[in-house]
């Protein structure tokens, strides 16, 4: 079992930035996707954004481009989101997720089907 320990989240105004953390074990960190999902209220979870912690591969949302970035730090173990320019429709619960280390490939990382391991979530509200 992948634990996964979110911080970061809380209230700002439009236009304010924030950052995510999501830390994880070493054995889970390496060679493994990792990222970010949110859902916003009374709508469906989606990918915001996501990496392959052995490789270069990224991938962002379109509708957060320009705005978040997702990175990683290979000695703590830890993705982060750096989310700027917030907007009132970023309101959203964010979570962390990860796929099973050693079993996928950084193409994979942009499917949402590949994540089956889930932080507690962390709330996100963007005042305007």
């Known amino acids: 079992q992948i634990q996964l320990e979110e911080s970061g989240g809380g209230s700002v105004q439009a236009g304010g930035s924030l950052t995510l953390s999501c830390t994880t074990e070493?054995?889970?960190?390496?060679?493994?996707?990792m990222g970010w999902f949110r859902q916003r209220p009374g709508k469906e979870r989606e990918r915001v954004a996501t990496?392959?912690?052995?490789?270069?591969?990224?991938n962002v949302a379109d509708s957060v481009k320009g705005r978040f970035t997702i990175s990683r730090d290979d000695a703590k173990n830890t993705v982060y989101l750096q989310m700027n320019s917030l907007k009132p429709e970023d309101t959203a619960i964010y979570y962390c997720?990860?796929?099973?280390?050693?079993?996928?490939?950084?193409?994979?990382?942009?499917?949402?089907?590949?994540?089956?391991?889930w932080g507690q979530g962390t709330q996100v509200t963007v005042s305007s």
């Open positions: 990496l392959y912690t052995a490789g270069s591969f990224i």
């Open positions: 997720a990860a796929a099973s280390p050693y079993a996928v490939i950084g193409s994979h990382c942009s499917g949402h089907g590949v994540y089956n391991y």
């Open positions: 070493r054995y889970h960190y390496m060679d493994n996707c």
